[in-house]
Nanobody, 122 residues
Framework: QVQLVESGGGLVQAGGSLRLSCAAS????????MGWFRQAPGKEREFVAA????????IYTDSVKGRFTISRDNAKNTVYLQMNSLKPEDTAVYYC???????????????WGSGTQVTVSS
């Protein structure tokens, strides 16, 4: 059973940066695409970014393009989300997830972490 554990969240001022990490247990991490989602209070969980198993393909939601970068280190079973130029509207709980296929669709993701809080103050 794969387990995902996020870390790196916190409180940051607008314009600042954070790097989220997601550590995966299990030997099959490198076989799967991975993604990051976020959920703000009172809102639906939304797609943020995804990366293919080889890291050859990435995709982002429009609101984070040019500011966020997803990456992975298969030797360390870890996926990252580098977040720069943070805005108050980026405030949310951020979740990493394993996908059955490279996709932005939430229902393609079958394993989720418990999330890490990111708060951006204005």
């Amino acid at each position: 059973q794969v387990q995902l554990v996020e870390s790196g969240g916190g409180l940051v001022q607008a314009g600042g940066s954070l790097r989220l990490s997601c550590a995966a247990s299990g030997r099959t991490f490198s076989s799967y695409p991975m993604g990051w989602f976020r959920q703000a209070p009172g809102k639906e969980r939304e797609f943020v970014a995804a990366i293919s198993w080889s890291a050859g393909d990435t995709i982002y939601t429009d609101s984070v393009k040019g500011r966020f970068t997803i990456s992975r280190d298969n030797a360390k079973n870890t996926v990252y989300l580098q977040m720069n130029s943070l805005k108050p509207e980026d405030t949310a709980v951020y979740y990493c997830a394993r996908a059955r296929a490279f996709s932005t669709a939430r229902d393609m993701y079958d394993t989720w972490g418990s999330g890490t809080q990111v708060t951006v103050s204005s």
